[in-house]
């Protein structure tokens, strides 16, 4: 078959005699032999047997464990391949999801480092070998090099290998950097994230923040607004919050919360599956003139955009890549009053 794109979540996509037919592993554009493994009525899912005509954006991987390792899916990419293929799906859930015309959506902006990027990673140790989950997410697949970890991480695997000690789970992380949050995976690429999301969300009297965590946007928006109601419903990482001038943290539902504490601006940063329907219910009984949604799955954003619209429109959406290698995707949707 003939690769015609990569869909969000990285399958690439080809059709055969009417059919889609999914492969991972496969660059945009090239010719593959492929041993089909689930034959279904409306689709196939396949596996390269041999790439017959490589595509110009395909690349060797650095990685010897890369097509085996759950990790990255995206290191037979060169990084702008990567790049314009993410900013295709974004465009293409936001428009099909959501109704959002791709004319709003920026390209992806890229992080300023494609490798050795991550501060903080987690690796299981099982039987005296240290590595990550494999593609079926359970078996173990042992690693003696992470290439989008940063050196002083890799130090700390190698320091592992040598003694493992028990089976479980261990977070390694380059020294003071906290176990939660945004920046502790790419700190270079969350600050471009965080600069544009803050910027989008202006300036004022009152903001509400939902989903805050410890405090990685509210941090920058204390300046910008003179109060600022902020929630997250886990405990642990409001009490790591810091004090700030004007900033009230709640350990809270978001959705409990926007009742009382509805704000012309509102700042969102939901996890995967989006926000709640409650919230979106409580935010169409009172609308913010602003809404500022940070996402790190674009089929949820467009689902909520679109739950939205009969009140928010949205006027924008910049997509970032902070984790390169792979087929994650975070954007920065500015949405203000007014329908869909
Ligand atoms: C994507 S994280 C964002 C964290 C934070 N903004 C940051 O940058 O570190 C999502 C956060 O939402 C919190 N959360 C999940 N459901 C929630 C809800 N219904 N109301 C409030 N917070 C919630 C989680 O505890 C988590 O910290």
Known sequence: VRMESLAFGGDGVARHEGRVVFVPFTAPGELVEIRILHDKKNFVRAEVVRVVEPAPGRVEPRCPVFGRCGGCQYQHLAYDTQVSAKSSQVRETLQRLGGVSPDLVAAVVPSPAPWSYRNRISVHVEQGQVGFRGLDNR?????????????????????????????????????????????????????????????????????????????????????????????????????????????????????????????????LDPPRDGLPEAMTEAILRKPPTRLVYVSCNPATLARDAKRLAQSLRVVSVTPFDLFPQTAHIECVAVLELGRG
């Open 139 to 267: 078996s173990l697949v042992e690693v003696s090099r992470c290439h989008i970890a940063s050196d002083a991480v890799n130090a700390k695997l190698a320091a592992l290998r040598s003694a493992p000690g028990r089976d479980g789970t261990y977070s390694l992380r380059e020294d003071g950097v906290n176990p939660q949050g945004f920046a502790q995976c790419n700190a270079g690429a969350a600050a471009l994230l965080r600069e544009c999301a803050v910027r989008a969300a202006g300036q004022g009297e009152r903001l509400f923040e939902g989903f805050c965590g410890s405090g990685f946007f509210t941090e920058l928006l204390a300046s910008a607004f003179r109060e600022i109601a902020a929630c997250d419903s886990d405990e642990r990482l409001i009490r790591q919050a810091p004090r700030l001038p004007g900033v009230r943290w709640h350990c809270l539902l978001a959705e409990l919360l926007y009742h009382k504490e509805a704000a012309p601006v509102v700042f």
